[in-house]
């Protein structure tokens, strides 16, 4: 066919805005006038058996993006680099073509001599190049982009074949440390083509612990455990799991012998299997009443409820604490902080009433267990007044489209889909244009009133959904259909709420991150590691640690109606969750497989409140007055008010600054700290709020010094209180000399010390 043909026939496929583009290029640039007279030559004079009708999106692009050209540290960063611009990944062929075939006088792309073309003369080093030599003269990339070039610099088409999906095979391998094997790369195409794309995949691999991937998809086995490999290819993800067992030899019976509550300890156990990874013991009951009164309601038991529990020797006695603690209103105030801190209840934006109104809409939720997808709508379709309807807070916190839809994927669904705000998502297959049509479901969202002279500083706002208006996506200035992701688009004149639909995908069984991401969070809050990591990291290149259990607690979530309690006591009725936290010498390198419970340092506030707990000395919280609101610091918080009662994290403490509190700036798990700090330490050691809370008169050391107790009975009580557990002998025996003392004082200061040893122990901050 003659080149001027093949052009004609190229551009009657372009729309609109291409074919101005390939108007600009015929009229205004001389290479383009050669390339009728040359390039047809120089492609005759190749070899008949080089491809033919190479195209600049399917075959150009992913060189750039395997080459790392296009990457946010090379020419696609926000401003390019040394004056070429390219998107990000490929996400924008259009202007991509642009930058290499128009741009610079159409030097990057010379059809009549492709060798002296800047786009190959750079990177194969002919030129220097400050990225460096990317490819060899005669290399598969060099010769992909040289024959485009040879063949007429043919932009992008509407016609062009997309890339539906890629898979990976074998996409499970069990194997052994030290083995290696490659992994193949598929593409499948909208015309039904089917492509070998692994040479221009991008692997990834997401545990360097036990298992790395070369750039052509060699895999090699580092250690035990089970990683998984990510190829990226054309904004599509497949992911190939790795399976590498330790090197233990465990009895079948060790498996057999365990007892299996529910489904959990099945899956766990086969997982554990196929691992060789030893599961540890039952915890002893003093270990496990602690830790389930720490994870279920944030706070230490009584002594005496410590003693009643130990001596019961009711079979049915762990269920029947289960349910007594869901019920309780402890219960509440610690999922209401949970949750607080995920819909970043704050004083930082909401002034002091609507702050009250939107914890007590949320504490009501979880007092009525409130099933998931119900508090999740409440939440998606608030309107009203912000003092009235509390969960129209949500909106006053996130005033524009693109934050509500960032904090609701990343609240509700676990999705981090903030990097498709301006391309498509380098880690995701989330595209620019889907995050603007997701965007689009909240673009009539309005709000009116914000606490001026009129409403006297009381920051009330009305939510409302307007009959008009729509979002535009900034690359096209044209509006994205309004779209759930991987949802139905609703027509513009859709003319009810918008949000409604949405609710709808967003709670759907079939949604397949809802659940997940729900049962994800509550399985980490038992557990200290989620199957998922990061807890909010959703990606399908983030696999969980077991799969199948994840699939099956959400399951299991959604046959219970999103029935959070009863998850949770599904959960911790297993003997999975009773496993003792001492690791055996086969599964000391488990982090992630649940062979035994992992222990954590306890979270700030739940550490504060267990200190004023066994000191029996209340804390004074003061709420700052923020937003320049003319009003005092609010009296929301009176003595003896707990730090997990507080609304927000606008509070003067030292402690819980120090320990790591969430601020709630942004919606991510990683906002909240257990990371050990000098100050932490310096805090515990000579700090106010343990020091202090010691040697204030009425105390609980006066306390026990007035109760005529033994010295026996009195390190007794303080065992039993702060650790939940009886003195060792060995430990009684060191300690009893030490109360010998006569005098009050001398007697005082010797529990003083005790206490704060026991207060300042890991035993104590951490639960186990």
Same mark, same amino acid.
């Given at each position: ?77 926000? #401003? $390019? ?8 990944? $490929? ?22 001599? %492709? ?13 220097? @190049? ?57 593409? =499948? ?38 990683g998984a490999i990510s190829a990226w290819y054309a904004s599509e993800i497949a992911i190939a799991r790795v399976v590498v067992p ?31 990874? %030893? ?20 706070? /230490? ?35 209401? =902080? ?18 009250? #109104? ?57 999705? *981090? ?5 301006? @391309? ?12 603007? #049509? ?26 409302? !959904? ?41 709670? *759907? %069984? ?57 998850? !949770? ?28 419970? =992992? ?49 927000? *994290? ?53 306390? /026990?010094?007035?109760? $005529?107790?033994?010295?026996y009975r009195l390190i007794e009580e303080i065992y039993l209180s702060t650790l939940s557990r009886y003195p060792t002998d060995n ?7 030490? /109360? ?29």
């Open positions: 066919m003659e080149k001027a043909e093949l052009r004609r026939r190229q551009i009657a496929t372009l729309r609109p805005d291409r074919l101005l583009l390939v108007v600009v290029v015929l009229l205004g640039l001389s290479s383009w006038a050669r390339c009728d007279t040359t390039a047809a030559a120089t492609a005759e004079a190749r070899s008949a058996d080089q491809p033919q009708n190479i195209s600049f999106r399917n075959d150009v692009l992913p060189v750039f993006a395997k080459l790392g050209c296009n990457t946010g540290s090379c020419h696609g960063a926000l #401003a $390019g680099r040394g004056g070429f611009k390219l998107s990000l990944r $490929g996400y924008d062929p259009l202007n991509d073509y642009q930058a290499v075939a128009i741009e610079a006088r159409g030097r990057r792309a010379e059809p009549s001599d %492709p060798g002296r073309s800047l786009i190959l003369a750079k990177p194969s080093g002919a030129i220097p @190049h400050k990225g460096g030599l990317r490819f060899e003269v005669g290399s598969p990339g060099y010769e992909t982009i040289a024959n485009w070039i040879a063949q007429g610099v043919l932009p992008p088409s509407t016609e062009d074949a997309r890339v539906d999906r890629v898979e990976v095979s074998p996409d499970r391998n069990m194997l052994a440390v030290d083995a290696q094997f490659p992994v193949t790369v598929k593409a =499948y195409y909208s015309n039904g083509e089917v492509r070998d794309v692994t040479p221009w995949a991008i692997f990834e691999s997401t545990d360097l612990s036990v298992a790395t991937v070369d750039e052509s998809g060699q895999i090699s086995i580092v250690g035990p455990g089970k330790f090197e233990n030899r465990v009895p079948e019976e060790t498996f057999a012998s365990q007892t299996r509550v529910n489904f959990i300890d099945e899956l766990v156990l086969e997982e554990l299997q196929s691992l060789n990874l %030893p599961p540890s013991p039952e915890a002893d009951e003093s270990e496990w009443l602690r830790r389930i009164y720490l994870d279920t309601i944030g706070c /230490l038991p009584t002594v005496e409820q410590v003693r009643l529990f130990l001596e019961d020797e009711n079979e049915e006695k762990r269920a029947r604490l289960i349910d007594s603690l869901l019920a309780r209103p402890e219960f509440v105030d610690y999922w209401t =902080y949970k949750w607080s801190d995920l819909l970043l209840v704050s004083s930082r934006k909401l002034r002091p009433n609507p702050l009250k #109104a939107y914890y007590q809409w949320i504490r009501q939720q979880v007092e009525e267990n409130a099933p998931w997808d119900e508090f999740a709508r409440g939440i998606v379709t608030a309107k009203g007044d912000s003092v009235e309807h509390g969960a129209s807070n949500f909106f006053a916190l996130h005033q524009d489209a693109e934050s509500m839809t960032e904090n609701v994927c990343q609240a509700f669904l676990g999705l *981090s889909i903030g990097c498709a705000k301006c @391309h498509n998502h380098p880690l995701e297959k989330w595209t620019n244009d889907q995050y603007y #049509a997701m965007a689009s479901l909240f673009a009539r969202v309005r709000a009116k009133g914000w606490g001026g002279e009129a409403s006297k500083g009381d920051g009330v706002r009305t939510v409302f !959904m307007a009959n008009f208006g729509e979002l535009a996506q900034p690359k096209t200035g044209k509006p994205q259909p309004p779209t759930p992701l991987d949802g139905v688009p609703l027509p513009f004149d859709f003319k009810a709420d918008r949000r409604e639909p949405l609710a709808d995908w967003l709670t *759907s %069984p079939q949604n397949p991150y809802f659940a997940r991401a729900i049962a994800n969070r509550i399985w980490a809050n038992f557990f200290n590691v989620g199957l998922v990591e990061e807890v909010d990291d959703m990606r399908v290149s983030n696999p969980a640690s077991n799969q199948r259990l994840l699939a099956a607690l959400a399951d299991h979530l959604v046959e219970h109606d999103y029935d959070l309690q009863q998850l !949770m006591r599904t959960i911790l009725t297993s003997s999975t969750y009773s496993r003792s936290s001492v690791a055996l010498p086969g599964n000391q390198a488990d982090r992630r497989f649940y062979s035994r419970y =992992y222990p954590q340092r306890l979270m700030a506030e739940v550490l504060h409140d267990a200190i004023v707990k066994v000191t029996d000395v209340p804390s004074k919280f003061t709420q700052i007055a923020l937003q320049g609101a003319e009003v005092e610091p609010t009296d929301f918080y009176p003595e003896g008010t707990r730090a997990i009662e507080l609304y927000d *994290s606008a509070v003067q403490s030292q402690f819980l600054k120090s320990f790591g509190r969430n601020p709630r700036a942004i919606t991510c798990e990683c906002e909240r700290s257990d990371e050990p700090s000098m100050s932490q330490v310096l805090h515990m050691a000579n700090g106010d709020t343990i020091n202090e809370k010691l040697r204030v008169a009425g105390n609980r050391v006066d306390k /026990l010094l007035d109760s $005529g107790l033994s010295n430990e009684m025996s060191q300690l009893m000399p030490l /109360l010998s003392a006569s005098s009050r004082d001398a007697k005082r200061l010797a529990l003083e010390d005790l206490l704060w040893s026991i207060l300042s122990s890991r035993e104590f901050m951490f639960n186990h």
